[in-house]
């Protein structure tokens, strides 16, 4: 009962005073305003449909404009056409920016230099159209005849298999959730780095430790500032969603979204940052020097990364057995995972034994990064080898 009570005064230490600095406000504070400021000017980016200026010069068949415009909202385009009198003008337009091809007589595009391959498939689907209608025409065929040649009728599909309805917002909500503990175990990860070493460099440590044992003091701080991270994700989200929502800034209706998955994404939130967390502050123990750490805090990374790329493939293809493997053994599967149960149906076995394993993993961390904890934290200077941290907590 001691420990736990131990660790809880441990956390609202650190919950409290990183939560009161006026660094954390201030940034919550410049964040929140940028969303509350860049929403109105990303919903009009988006809303806003972009328009192709297209020069046209000599003979044009009938209809041109029409045809160009159809053909353009296939890439929710839109074109405008500028006339001009000789061929020499319209490239002194494009030279100028002013349009971004020139049509010559419905046979030659002409680009400033390198041509969009957008616009190209745009210009040439409405002449070749316009082709096509006059070949139609010179052959006296009706419209139904027409139509057959133009658009014979399509192969009917069937489903073996009814589509999930929360497929989109699952791969959204999967990946959102990989790239967030992604961000955060570098963020937050950090964060619990610098407060063991401002911790040690203080000597506040010294006053601490005699009160609490040291994978205590490692187990409150990764709680406590962990907490005040999620604390940070979860306003950050809600402003963020409030902005989508309310500017209709994205069509993503994450309300489909099943609790279950939802869940999981928590739950691998938290396993994956206490595994990394704890990983962060005992080889912050060791390292008293900005540039001692910033060597140290490369390691977590070197660790991250590999699960990183590998849930970005599960995102393709969730049952391979790269992804299979990598969601079950440590320290992958934190990110790898909430992929597999969020887009495929994982055996009850595999999700208990990911989770048993990384459980597993993180007291196991806790109970040797106390150790290393115990042996380095009251070492100034030098940056203390783990050997021997480990050599001298055993004195």
């Known amino acids: 009962m001691n420990t736990a009570r ?19 406000l201030a940034s919550m504070l410049v ?26 010069v000599g003979d044009q068949p009938d209809g041109l404009e029409d045809a160009l415009t159809q053909a ?3 890439f929710d385009r839109q074109v405008d056409l500028v006339a001009f009198a000789d061929v020499p003008a319209g490239e002194l337009a494009i030279e100028e920016g002013d349009i971004n091809v020139l049509i010559v007589d419905s046979r030659e595009l002409v680009w400033d230099e390198e041509p969009s391959l957008q616009l190209a498939s745009i210009a040439t689907a409405a002449v070749q159209g316009l082709d096509r209608r006059q070949i139609i025409t010179d052959l006296g065929l009706s419209a139904e005849e027409a ?8 192969p009917e599909t069937r489903t073996l298999n009814e589509p999930d309805p929360e497929s989109g917002p699952k791969q959204i909500a999967a990946y959102a959730g990989s790239f967030i503990l992604y961000i955060s175990i570098l963020m937050f990860g950090q964060f619990v780095m610098m407060g063991v070493m ?15 044992r040291p994978h205590e003091l490692l ?18 989200g809600a402003a963020a969603l409030l ?20 869940l999981w994404i928590v739950l691998w939130y938290l396993l994956g940052y206490g595994f990394f967390s704890v990983v962060y502050a005992s080889l912050g123990a060791t390292v008293s020097r900005q540039e001692d750490a910033q060597s140290v805090a490369m390691i977590p990374v070197v660790l991250l990364l590999p699960g990183y790329f590998i849930s970005l493939t599960a995102l393709e293809n969730p049952d391979s057995t790269l992804a299979t493997v990598s969601s079950i053994v440590p320290p992958l599967s934190p990110l790898v995972m909430p992929i597999r149960a969020s887009l495929s149906d994982v055996p009850f076995w595999e ?8 459980g597993s993993a993180i007291y196991l961390l806790i109970r040797l990064g106390g150790r290393v904890y115990k042996g380095s934290i009251l070492k100034i200077g030098a940056k203390v080898r783990l050997r021997d941290a480990w050599k001298a907590a055993g004195q």
């Open 6 to 24: 131990h660790i809880l005064l441990v956390a609202y230490r650190d919950f409290m005073q990183r939560a009161k600095s006026r660094a954390f």
């Open 31 to 56: 964040i929140v305003g940028l969303l509350a400021v860049l929403g109105p000017i990303i919903a009009s980016e988006v809303r806003d449909t972009p328009a192709y200026d297209i020069g046209v």
């Open 72 to 74: 353009a909202t296939v």
């Open 147 to 154: 139509a057959m040649l133009l658009s014979p009728p399509a």
């Open 198 to 212: 401002e911790e040690k460099s203080s000597r506040v440590v010294e006053v601490v430790l005699s009160r609490v």
């Open 219 to 236: 187990a409150g701080k990764v709680v406590g500032i962990g907490a005040l991270g999620l604390l940070q994700l979860i306003i950050l």
């Open 243 to 262: 902005t989508v929502n309310l500017f209709d800034i994205a069509d993503v209706d994450l309300g489909a979204l099943s609790l279950r998955v939802l």
């Open 351 to 358: 999700m208990a034994l990911s989770v048993f394993l990384i």
